[in-house]
């Protein structure tokens, strides 16, 4: 059974910096490509960053410079470090697992940029 566990959401003020965690389970985490998504209320899912297999690294241009994706292929976790946080990057968010057209989702981890 395929497990995709967010942790690391939580309450933070403008300018602060969160750091989330995606704990894989039951995929052979290395040759999957990971991503983040987010979902702020009444709008679409959206990317936000994701890191290909092949260290490969994309970012929403809303986020680019202030949040970083990286994996640890021996902890099975991918992690989105996120500094300079604006109250427009309230959200869920998501982990998400992709291989051969194949996705599997967490279930999101509510991040929210209020003072």
């Known amino acids: 059974q395929v497990q995709l566990l967010e942790s690391g959401g939580g309450l933070v003020q403008p300018g602060g910096s969160l750091r989330l965690s995606c704990a894989a389970s039951g995929i052979i985490f290395s040759i999957f490509d990971m991503g983040w998504y987010r979902q702020a209320a009444g709008k679409q899912r959206e990317l936000v960053a994701d890191?290909?297999?092949?260290?490969?690294?994309n970012y929403a241009d809303s986020v680019k410079g202030r949040f970083t994706i990286s994996r640890d292929n021996a902890k099975k976790t991918v992690y989105l470090q996120m500094n300079s946080l604006k109250p427009e990057d309230t959200a869920v968010y998501y982990c998400n697992a992709e291989k051969w057209g194949t996705q599997y989702w967490g279930q999101g981890t509510q991040v929210t940029v209020s003072s």
């Open positions: 890191l290909t297999s092949r260290e490969r690294t």
